[in-house]
């Protein structure tokens, strides 16, 4: 699936929008060019050739505060998701091997997550835990959990009623080599597509909460907080929020096009395309010669 992927050229868009953010990520700090903490006396001033994008309200400059901001709101989304992902693939997974009782309880859980309002739980469970970053993204984990474990689930039904999983279970195969042998590389496709899925819809939550000061309090620089920081400002510098929005947007929608390009690969569609634009370069190749 990885060639066929790599095949694709919204793949390969996605995946270089990606490899930017990740520089960005890593170095982003490193390559301010100002402390992103500071202020100046230049206050909402526009994009210049000292200021690229600008100043705020405290004369702190925007890009710096953009770079640095993009460690916290990346990983954070990374954190999320990873939470997500085990909270909702293990136990979606086992609850087609582990008996009714766990089955019940699992699903039971499942729902009252999903009935939760979600920002209310989310500033509850920092109000309990306390108004960190760590704990905000375990109370946003929770409630994304439930896309992973219906996922998962309904992908491990699918092979769970095969008739080779049937005949390792005749023959006395335990549930994990099960699991390993035949579920896993089943279910392994659209959690793929629900990981790239759930890290778009991960930032926008994180940015979302962020940009209300939940988790991480100001100034410490997020790309939510850079949108939210100007916002009283606007009759001075009306496009104050197009740059952190720009981002944002941006990195949400390489991974959505991420998980599209995924669905093509591990789908009939994706070996239908590589192998028409497969067959064209022949062709081409061929009157060329």
Known sequence: ??????????????????????????????????????GSDLTL???????WLGTDYTGRDVLSRILAGAPLSI????????????????????????????????????DTLVALPFLVFAVAMTALLGNGITQAMIAVGLLVAPLFY???????????????????????ASTGWIVR???????????AITLATTLGVGLVVISSLTFLGIGVQPPTPTWGGILASDLDYLPQKAYAPVFPAVIILITVLAFNMLADAIRDAAGQSGRVLVGARAAKANKARRVAA
């Open 1 to 38: 699936m990885v060639k066929v992927l790599l095949r694709l050229p919204s793949a390969r868009v996605a995946l270089g929008v990606l490899l930017i953010i990740a520089v960005i990520t890593v170095f982003g700090p490193a390559l301010a060019p100002y402390d992103p903490l500071q």
């Open 45 to 51: 001033a526009p994009p210049s050739a000292a200021h």
């Open 75 to 110: 990983m954070s989304t990374l954190e999320v998701t990873g939470i997500a992902l085990v909270l909702g693939t293990i136990p979606g997974i086992l609850s087609v091997y582990l008996g009714s009782v766990f089955e019940w309880v699992s699903l039971r859980l499942i």
């Open 150 to 172: 219906r996922v998962a689930r309904a992908a491990t039904l699918s092979v769970a009623r095969s008739q080779y999983v049937e005949a390792a279970l005749l023959a006395g």
């Open 181 to 191: 042998r035949h579920v896993w590389a089943k279910v392994l496709p659209p959690i």
